[in-house]
């Protein structure tokens, strides 16, 4: 049901159907908005690998009314293990499930995107337009309104354009000065898919180091699937280039790089071929000065990625929709207070998580040789004896987000 808060409607358009745009189509259209979202697939994307939620990422879904939705569809994963190349674990870090202090490697709330965006889509359907197979090729504003420009020919008029059209946002793309580069690498690159489960994949994610700065995770989601990772340190222009060729050639990129690593490899390149879902990223942030111009803003990865290294990449974009869709509803008469406070608001806690993640710290993850693996897994393994990761976790004050607080707005709670 629609809760009318706002001093007048806007007509707004979302551009992106990912977790942060449905997110702000789920408090816009309830702070009583007419909400468009278009999205250039052909259908809902529900497909991707797993992620979490974590600190405010967890309380802002409760906000929404769906933190037990989400609960009944989580991924089984109690840990993460550092295996050998036997499949032998030589140390495991299990989740926190207490309820208090820090998430560890692996979340209490594990979820596949697909089953998070089916969640979001199946609570925004009543009272918001989905329009599929289309997007927001361009743009024009003017003090009054902002006019869009679809893929398909056709234009249309909006009190506001969110862009929420991820990491390579191209709204974005159009705010920024010509050439300015919005990207923060940190050297690492990564591919994942999904091949058929064995009797050996578990529910506690194996990770796996091989000399050379690369790593392989298995995770297991359901009864029939496990999940593929292979990533790699190298800063090279021909890594970052890798993942936007044709994904034939990204697939032999990523096999000849891994062919002689040793445990499941074989099993792992083999079912990579044909697979009908492959993705290949270099890891990096989104890092811009400003979030909005005039009657245009963005929100989510689009905005501010904190990359999959911060442990806070979906709860960070559901945390951003939370706080724009907040002071739109409670500006919806002066846009500009509302985007500057949604910025000087949400600010504090995008640096936050933002600043989790250290190149240097990645990098001791992913060793270069033998001795060096050896190393981490024997402090690792020494670590976990004496419970100290576990201790960290549940005794720590604050997860990933830091002390920062999600607001308070008449919105809040969903009706």
């Excluded at 969110?162 to 990207?183: M, N």
């Excluded at 222009?237 to 697939?251: F, K, L």
Aim: aromatic residues 8%.
């Amino acid at each position: 049901m629609t809760t009318k808060i706002a001093k007048h409607s806007l007509r707004i358009l979302v551009a992106g159907g990912g977790v942060a745009g449905q997110a702000l189509a789920f408090r816009l259209t309830r702070g009583g908005h007419q909400v468009t979202v278009v999205e250039r697939f052909p259908a809902l994307r529900a497909s991707g690998a797993q992620v979490d939620l974590r600190g405010q990422g967890i309380e802002a879904v409760e906000r929404m009314g769906l933190l037990e939705t989400v609960r009944s569809r989580l991924v089984d994963e109690a840990g993460v293990a550092f295996v050998d190349s036997r499949g032998r674990p030589k140390a495991t870090i299990m989740a926190n499930t207490s309820g208090k202090g820090r998430q560890t490697l692996t979340s209490e709330y594990e979820i596949m995107r697909g089953d998070l965006v089916r969640i979001l889509h199946e609570a925004t359907t009543n009272g918001t337009e989905y329009v599929f197979g289309k997007s927001v090729d361009g743009f024009d504003q003017d003090a009054d309104r902002v006019t869009a420009h679809f893929s398909d020919g056709t234009s249309g008029e909006y009190d506001l354009l969110i862009g929420a059209d991820g990491q390579g946002s191209r709204i974005r793309r159009a705010l920024l000065p010509e050439g300015f580069d919005p990207y923060w690498r940190v050297g690492i690159h990564m591919a994942y898919w999904f091949v058929p489960r064995i009797a050996s994949d578990t529910d506690i994610r194996d990770t796996y180091m091989v000399p050379g700065g690369r790593q392989i995770m298995r995770r297991s989601h359901n009864a029939t699937e496990t999940q593929v990772y292979f990533v790699m340190r190298e800063e090279s222009a021909e890594a970052s280039a890798i993942h936007r060729a044709p994904v034939e050639q990204q697939q032999k990129w990523w096999a000849e790089r891994f062919r002689d690593a040793g445990w499941q490899t074989d099993r792992f390149i083999e079912g990579m071929k044909d697979n009908p879902f492959f993705y290949s990223q270099e890891i990096a942030q989104v890092r811009i000065d400003s979030w909005s111009k005039g009657r245009v803003v963005l929100a989510g990865d689009a905005a501010h990625c904190a990359s999959p290294y911060s442990g806070m990449g979906i709860s960070g974009g559901l945390v951003g929709a939370y706080v724009l869709a907040g002071e739109i509803n409670r500006h919806a008469d002066d846009l500009p207070t509302a985007l500057a406070n949604y910025e000087r608001v949400l600010r504090p806690f995008v640096d936050e998580i933002q600043g989790e993640v250290s190149p240097r710290v990645l990098r001791m993850g992913m060793p270069m040789n033998k001795h060096a693996i050896s190393a981490f897994q024997n402090v690792t393994a020494l670590a976990c004896f004496f419970h100290i990761p576990a201790l960290v976790a549940r005794f720590s004050k604050e997860d990933r987000g830091g002390d920062w607080q999600l607001p308070a707005y008449a919105d809040a709670h969903a009706a």
